[in-house]
């Protein structure tokens, strides 16, 4: 079982850091997540952001407009890829208010730093081998009145795909995360998304997943007959006007620690 975690572990860091150079251009729904999850954050007071740790930072989209916004004092960025270290840095580099602290590597098997007042993730708990012992480990270590504000892919992500390749997907489902999170947590925010992009080809629509490191999701294994039958499939199935769709449902939460 371990080592199962650790291969899907490298798997996904893998992809992501193929994902360097594509990924800012190619993640348009992450970037609408980014921006939703930032304008839940807008209302909470500026002590929320003393000292903030970003779980699975990327390429830093979500940390920069945090800390435009918000001025952070002290910022812990976190990935499992430590190749994105320098890009984030580049990203931030007039963010002079901020004290920026590297901390890359696995978050399931770090320890947490200290009197954090945010723990922020944007896109990243899906990946998360077990979700529900993070959040219950977050809700242990975090003082009261800290925040935990997170986005994340559920149920209905690239459907089209998994339809038509068998190969199911593993998303957590918001009844159940919204219960675990009132456990320890009072849940201040919450809002369910559904997007759908359009491609003029099946390609494209392979190479958008490759280029926004989703490849992660599965080991899928392409022959020349099967991706000609998946192409037909899915031009019969889900081609309309605007082209061929890829599905994608996001959640944001935001919530306070009791």
């Avoid at 304008?39 to 945090?66: H, N, W, Y």
Wanted: glycine share 6%; net charge negative; charged share 25%.
């Amino acid at each position: 079982m371990v080592y199962r975690l650790e291969k899907k572990k490298k798997r996904i860091a893998h992809c992501f850091r193929r994902s360097l150079l594509t990924y800012d251009d190619a993640a348009l729904v992450q970037n609408r997540l980014v921006l939703r999850l930032a304008k839940m954050l807008d209302g909470l007071p500026d002590a929320v952001f003393q000292r903030v740790l970003e779980i699975g930072c990327c390429t830093g989209s979500l940390t920069e407009v945090i800390c435009r916004n918000k001025s952070p004092e002290t910022f812990y960025l976190n990935d499992l890829v430590p190749d994105f270290e320098e890009e984030v840095c580049k990203r931030l580099a007039g963010c002079q208010a901020t004290q920026f602290v590297s901390f890359f590597g696995d978050i399931e098997f770090l320890e947490l730093p200290s009197d954090l007042s945010l723990v922020l993730s944007g896109a990243t708990f899906q990946w998360l081998s077990d979700l529900p012992a993070f959040i219950n480990r977050l809700g242990c270590e975090l003082q009261a009145g800290a925040y935990l504000a997170f986005s994340m892919f559920g149920v209905g992500t690239l459907k089209e795909f998994s339809s038509l390749t068998s190969v199911e997907l593993q998303y957590h489902v918001d009844p159940d995360l919204l219960s675990l999170l009132e456990e320890q947590f009072v849940v201040e925010s919450y809002e369910k998304y559904d997007d759908q992009l359009h491609f003029p080809s099946v390609r494209d629509i392979l190479k958008h997943i490759r280029a926004t490191g989703v490849g992660g999701v599965s080991e899928y294994k392409w022959t020349k007959e099967s991706l000609r039958l998946f192409e037909d499939r899915y031009i019969s199935e889900y081609g309309c006007e605007k082209g061929l769709p890829v599905s994608y449902s996001s959640s944001c939460y935001v919530a306070r620690k009791r």
